[in-house]
């Protein structure tokens, strides 16, 4: 397993009204982060909130190309972006936390459980369940590779992991105190991470393979 420290690029935030940020995703324009009763879509480029809906967002944030996932306590809304409204709802395992898109499911990280959930997003139904060994916050899904963040007292990383096995591949350290609540790949050079009760969020640099 290599591991190395986490190179933060961007930190965007606090923003007025806002003491969490929670789950993370990414539109290919904006980054969409739950900050307990709104939904708020981020401009990457310019730091500034472009958009809110009030809706409850306690947790993990997914996209799967037209709609909106959100995480609210026992329940993932999937919400229409353009106007907030909740269009449908499935029950979540206890204690979810990141939520991430690909491969037409769902991927759900489970805090206290220690372990990552792929869910049919029509039903609700677990069909995996992936064992980790630390307390799992945000989960995104890239180019086949899957990597999600974990957060135990002052303690975070960025890891990628086969998801076959759930075996570490590697790993990213934040810095001592810098936690990570919500994860999102941009699809080329950046993880988009939710700051928790810093109020931020933050894009550190993804990893390339090499040929």
């Not at 759900?108 to 992936?130: E, K, M, N």
Request: charged share 25%; hydrophobic share 35%; with cysteine.
């Amino acid at each position: 397993m290599k591991t190395s420290a986490a190179d933060i690029l961007d930190e965007y935030g606090p923003f007025p009204g806002i003491e969490q940020v929670a789950g993370v995703t990414f539109d290919g324009h904006h980054v969409w982060f739950a900050s307990g009763d709104r939904l708020n879509a981020l401009d990457p480029a310019t730091g500034d909130i472009v958009r809110s809906h009030d809706v409850a967002a306690h947790a993990g944030t997914a996209f799967d190309g037209t709609h909106l996932f959100q995480l609210a306590e026992d329940r993932i809304q999937k919400i229409d972006p353009a106007t907030g409204r909740v269009l449908s709802t499935i029950p979540a395992p206890d204690g979810g936390s990141g939520l991430a898109w690909a491969e037409g499911t769902l991927w759900l990280g489970q805090y206290s459980g220690r372990r990552i959930h792929q869910i049919d997003p029509d039903t609700g139904a677990v069909l995996r369940v992936i064992e980790s060994d630390r307390m799992v916050t945000g989960v995104t899904w890239v180019d086949g590779e899957l990597w999600h963040a974990t957060w135990e007292g002052e303690e975070s990383d960025v890891r990628h992991i086969d998801p076959a096995t759930g075996e570490i591949l590697e790993r990213l350290k934040m810095p001592d105190g810098v936690g990570v609540s919500g994860l999102e790949a941009d699809g080329a050079d950046r993880f988009f991470c939710g700051g928790g009760n810093s109020g931020r969020v933050r894009a550190i640099r993804r990893p390339r393979r090499t040929a």
